[in-house]
Nanobody, 124 residues
Framework: QVQLVESGGGLVQAGGSLRLSCAAS????????IGWFRQARGKERELVAT????????YYSDSVKDRFTISRDNAKNTGHLLMNALKPEDTAVYYC?????????????????WGQGTQVTVSS
């Protein structure tokens, strides 16, 4: 059974930083891409960043480019999202997702497994 568990969310002031983590289980020896999504209240879920299995390619949405950094540690089955220079508009529930594909995955429907989400709140 595949399980993704996010951690690291919380309340931070604008300009601050947070590091989200995603612990994956049930995916040992199986390559997968990781994506981070977010959903603000009243808005649709959006892709924030994604990384390939070999971490040789990444994608960032325009709204977080140059502020967020996605990474992964395959030996530990973990993924991370370092968020710097946070803005109030970054406030959302952040979700980790995994896709049974090694390549860059930017389509929400292509993700097979989802975490339960972690709240990030940025105060002004």
């Amino acid at each position: 059974q595949v399980q993704l568990v996010e951690s690291g969310g919380g309340l931070v002031q604008a300009g601050g930083s947070l590091r989200l983590s995603c612990a994956a289980s049930g995916l040992a020896f199986k390559p997968y891409a990781i994506g981070w999504f977010r959903q603000a209240r009243g808005k649709e879920r959006e892709l924030v960043a994604t990384i390939t299995w070999y971490a040789d390619s990444t994608y960032y949405s325009d709204s977080v480019k140059d502020r967020f950094t996605i990474s992964r540690d395959n030996a530990k089955n973990t993924g991370h999202l370092l968020m710097n220079a946070l803005k109030p508009e970054d406030t959302a529930v952040y979700y980790c997702a995994a896709s049974d594909r090694r390549a860059l995955v930017t389509t929400t429907s292509a993700y097979d497994y989802w975490g339960q989400g972690t709240q990030v709140t940025v105060s002004s």
